[in-house]
T-cell receptor, first 114, second 113 residues
Framework: DAGVIQSPRHEVTEMGQEVTLRCKPI?????LFWYRQTMMRGLELLIY????????DSGMPEDRFSAKMPNASFSTLKIQPSEPRDSAVYFC????????????FGPGTRLTVL | AQSVTQLGSHVSVSEGALVLLRCNYS??????LFWYVQYPNQGLQLLLK??????LVKGINGFEAEFKKSETSFHLTKPSAHMSDAAEYFC???????????FGTGTKLQVIP
């Protein structure tokens, strides 16, 4: 299995630009999570989906952030407009339906907003 | 509600020494407990987990953890540290039932040769 796939691995953009992060979960997994990791705030859950439906988006910082999961094999996290304080590593994780809540993390996308 | 407290953001041990990383949790229901490890520039990967049953859980790379309900703890140990154990370790808790997992703030383990 290829594991969770995230793209791009690195993204450098200028303030005000739109940024789209992509995630392909492991086949057969029915839950998907987006996290943000920074030195200051550690690992934060932004949003998670069960069976493509958003369950909890209380961690989404503000309206500039949006996430979609149009099907079981693809999800996006969009930031529009981006700001320097959005600079972080963004992780996607997926979870199978019967594995005691274990999450499988992707390699992350390192976002730098100038 | 659930939460996790990891005591010590940085821990240093000598190669060959005992590794002990502390984790205390709070949960209103019987918890599922996890330890994840993150190597530099990588995502988190599961080290071990407790759901039900035996309270001493063995994981990969010689790590183990013991669920102690009376102490609300789930400390991670390894008898002998190896240089390759240098990484950041995250304790996490969930209420089970495929709800969200709450992660601790992480402990960076340094192994001194």
């Amino acid at each position: 299995d290829a594991g969770v796939i995230q793209s791009p691995r690195h993204e450098v953009t200028e303030m005000g630009q739109e940024v789209t992060l992509r995630c392909k979960p492991i086949s057969g997994h029915n839950s998907l999570f987006w996290y943000r990791q920074t030195m200051m705030r550690g690992l934060e859950l932004l949003i998670y989906f069960n069976n493509n439906v958003p369950i909890d988006d209380s961690g989404m910082p503000e309206d500039r952030f949006s996430a979609k999961m149009p099907n079981a094999s693809f999800s996006t996290l969009k930031i529009q407009p981006s700001e320097p304080r959005d600079s972080a590593v963004y992780f996607c994780a997926s979870r199978p339906p019967r594995d005691g809540d274990t999450q499988y993390f992707g390699p992350g996308t390192r976002l730098t907003v100038l | 509600a659930q939460s996790v407290t990891q005591l010590g953001s940085h821990v240093s041990v000598s190669e060959g020494a005992l590794v002990l990383l502390r984790c205390n949790y709070s949960s209103s229901v019987p918890p599922y407990l996890f330890w994840y490890v993150q190597y530099p520039n990588q995502g988190l990967q599961l080290l071990l987990k407790y759901t039900t049953g035996a309270t001493l859980v063995k994981g990969i790379n010689g790590f183990e953890a013991e669920f102690k309900k009376s102490e609300t703890s789930f400390h991670l140990t390894k008898p002998s540290a190896h240089m390759s154990d240098a990484a950041e370790y995250f304790c996490a808790v969930s209420p089970g039932g495929y709800q969200k997992v709450t992660f601790g703030t992480g402990t960076k383990l340094q192994v001194i040769p």
